[in-house]
């Protein structure tokens, strides 16, 4: 049961699973609970060391979105489970990246790799150290977020819940005191190559528990970032996180979805694939034409059939084969033929 825990934690879908708890019998799964218990605690403290990061953005006027982790668990609440987060994912607009690095270096965050064998001066957590120069205008010329930006917290734990922290995440003991981080990952885009003028501005807001409104990615923006990474070759053929679609519908179960601006955004962004895909599952698991009009996936579909370059086929049998522990080259076998090498 350790390996079936740490496969449901590193897909990022444990949060969902003490919703159907009661179809769990015996004491095998008795660690999953406790896990999930563990992180919960640890959620907990993340969110109220992460929020302080949006309000002192915010209050400087700045536009900043609460986008995936933070908007997910107050804008899009699911029945089945807390939504766990190791860190927090303010979209600001590239021209205030500068401007949102001071006000976080002022908040107390700190960028830099972290080493897990000896504490910081402040004896607050592992030690950073600090990047190059170079690395930083590198990350910010040619990619879509910054390094992230740590804070680390000591929570308070049980010796047994210390030792499950450790076994299935990054959490560091030092001197027998555990450590873990909470993570700001600054973006200015939502992907390389995603343009300001399709993230701003928006017509979504979300209220955290600071009482202030922000704004908030429009739900056509969500599908092409949650169904493209889902679909993604890195995602989908090497290690594809099931959170990805989890929150794709609770996206899509949740909003207006505008078509048509998605189809312009699939077509500018050459994301027939994982639109058809995408939708294809999300239909095939909210199993109501209200959230996905089947005319919208007959749609995609000779979309896709007219730009054929795009389809690296689909995904749904590769998370099959990751849920069933089938390897790839099984899923992907004729009948009959001999293991390709």
């Not at 799964?29 to 915010?58: G, H, N, S």
């Not at 972290?114 to 402040?122: F, Q, T, W, Y």
């Not at 995609?300 to 730009?307: E, K, M, P, S, V």
Request: proline letters at 7%; glycine letters at 6%.
């Amino acid at each position: 049961m350790g390996e079936f825990t740490q496969f449901l934690k590193v897909k990022k879908c444990l949060a969902f699973m003490p919703g159907i708890r009661e179809y769990f019998g015996g004491d095998q799964f008795d660690e999953m609970w406790q896990l999930c218990k563990v992180l919960d605690i640890v959620t907990d403290t993340r969110l109220e060391i992460l929020l302080p990061a949006f309000t002192a953005l915010r209050r400087t006027g700045m536009e900043v979105m609460p986008i995936k982790g933070f908007d997910m668990i107050y804008a899009f609440p699911n029945a089945s489970g807390k939504r766990f987060v190791v860190d927090a994912d303010p979209l600001v607009p590239p021209g205030d990246v500068q401007k949102a690095h001071d006000i976080l270096v002022e908040a107390g965050f700190r960028q830099g790799a972290i080493d897990r064998s000896r504490l910081n001066a402040a004896g607050t957590g592992p030690e950073l150290t600090p990047l190059e120069d170079r690395d930083l205008k590198w990350m910010l010329q040619n990619h879509h977020q910054a390094h992230p930006y740590f804070k680390f917290f000591s929570p308070e734990l049980s010796c047994e819940q210390v030792d499950l922290l450790t076994r299935h995440t990054p959490a560091t003991v030092i001197d027998g005191k555990p450590y873990a981080a909470a993570a700001v990952d600054l973006h200015f885009s939502i992907a390389s190559g995603f343009e300001e003028e399709d993230q701003w501005p928006s017509r979504r807001t979300v209220t955290l528990p600071d009482g202030l409104e922000y704004p908030a990615l429009d739900p056509e923006v969500y599908l092409c970032l949650y169904l493209g990474r889902a679909y993604s070759v890195t995602q989908a053929f090497n290690d594809p996180p099931l959170q990805t679609i989890a929150d794709a519908t609770r996206v899509v179960a949740a909003s207006e979805v505008d078509w048509s601006r998605f189809a312009s955004l699939v077509e500018k962004y050459r994301l027939y694939a994982p639109a058809y895909y995408g939708l294809q599952q999300l239909s095939a698991i909210l199993e109501d034409p209200r959230c996905v009009p089947d005319e919208q996936v007959a749609y995609f579909y000779d979309l896709l059939q007219a730009h054929p370059d795009y389809d690296l086929g689909d995904f749904s049998a590769r998370f099959l084969s990751t849920v069933n522990c089938t390897p790839f080259d099984e899923v992907f076998r004729p009948q009959g033929a001999g293991l390709r090498r």
